[in-house]
């Protein structure tokens, strides 16, 4: 095998490293928010490093889909969740 053939090899096993390592330490915490906004409720399950990581990125998730525009999006972030579950 030439040079360029070890040095690709050695780059590509290092990235798939890489990913590995990321993907497997960023999902710690598994949650299931339930929220209600503008009288129509949505659960979104998401993972995170932590509980409150996994809860705001699922009740980021939820309010990008129930909310419409900046300030209502900012309003439904601040909802306090109807039910929270996680592992």
Known sequence: MSRAGIASLVFVLF???MVWFALRGSADAQCR???TW???QLCQDSAGATEEEAMERAR????QLLASGRADNIKCGRQEPDSVECD
């Open 15 to 17: 990235v798939a490293a």
């Open 38 to 40: 503008n009288g129509e």
């Open 60 to 63: 980021t998730a939820i309010c």
């Open 33 to 35: 928010v339930c929220l």
